[in-house]
């Protein structure tokens, strides 16, 4: 795979990872992940212990909240994909606005970044980590 196919590749996985939580999907939402990926950042963000680290603990709390909600947009400026020399890891960073709206609830507005770690697997390229800076999280009436 040449550099320039594995950064469109990367940025498919940037991409598929906002239309999975726009549908709300969980199923599809874990398939960026490996089966050990963490997140950090958003369990901080929500009070909670941090990271989430594998499948089970990132199911565990996307799912509970996708199941709350009755939309959510992301919006996203990739400005950096940068390969290893082996061609087999990456990192990323983006920029993201996020709104959501949970039913009988205000909107939810996050902006804020992710620095992302990939893989390459057998499946394609996959986060091994996602690392979210929050800079503004608020409810809009």
Do not use: C
């Not at 205000?106 to 980590?129: N, S």
């Amino acid at each position: 795979m040449s550099e320039l196919e594995a950064k469109a590749a990367i940025r498919d996985v940037l991409g598929g990872y906002s239309g999975a939580a726009g549908r709300l999907d969980i199923e599809a939402f874990l398939s960026f992940f490996t089966e050990d990926a963490e997140i950090h950042g958003i369990p901080e963000m929500m009070g909670l212990p941090g990271p989430f680290k594998g499948h089970d603990a990132i199911r565990g709390f996307f799912s509970k909240s996708f199941e709350n909600l009755r939309w959510l947009v992301q919006m996203n400026n990739i400005t950096d994909v940068n390969l290893a020399p082996d061609g087999k890891s990456a990192t990323t960073s983006t920029g993201l606005v996020e709104m959501a709206q949970a039913e009988g609830a205000d909107q939810i507005v996050l902006i804020a970044r992710y620095d992302d770690e990939l893989t390459l697997t057998d499946a394609g390229w996959k986060f091994t980590k996602r690392a979210l800076t929050p800079f503004r999280f608020s409810q809009v009436p």
